[in-house]
């Protein structure tokens, strides 16, 4: 199970952090990643990070400004989101799955095999 918080309302320039929180499989062994999907458009995978190996991806769209990290003591994901944009308004989903290929493979393809409900950010301008 994934639980995500941490969206919210901002203006543009601001920062946010979602949290993804994980329980009832072998956090270690799961690759999880942060996907969204703006009204219109396809789930796009943004920023992903490896399991036992820590290993990250981030989409060009958000490469500088997001950062993705793992907690293993709490089985918690954050993604800091920093100079938001209006066209970073989405619904943020966290998904994991168990990977034996390089990270970037999962975020692009945004298939997982557990998802956690979706949180919403807004960029206002």
């Known amino acids: 199970q994934l639980q995500a918080s941490g969206g919210g309302l901002v203006e543009a320039g601001g920062s946010l952090r979602l949290s993804c929180t994980a329980s009832?499989?072998?956090?270690?062994?799961?690759?999880i990643g942060w996907f969204r999907q703006a009204p219109g458009k396809e789930r796009e995978g943004i920023s992903c990070?490896?399991?036992?190996?820590?290993?990250?991806y981030e989409a060009d769209s958000v490469q500088d400004r997001f950062t993705i990290s793992r907690q293993h003591g709490s089985n918690t994901v954050f993604l800091q989101m920093n100079n938001l944009k209006p066209d970073d308004t989405a619904v943020y989903f966290c998904?994991?799955?168990?990977?034996?290929?390089?990270?970037?493979?999962?975020?692009?393809?945004?298939?997982?095999?557990?998802w956690g409900q979706g949180t919403l950010v807004t960029v206002s301008e």
């Open positions: 990070i490896g399991g036992s190996d820590g290993l990250t």
């Open positions: 009832g499989f072998a956090f270690n062994e799961y690759a």
């Open positions: 998904g994991t799955k168990k990977i034996d290929t390089w990270v970037g493979v999962f975020c692009r393809e945004a298939e997982a095999d557990y």
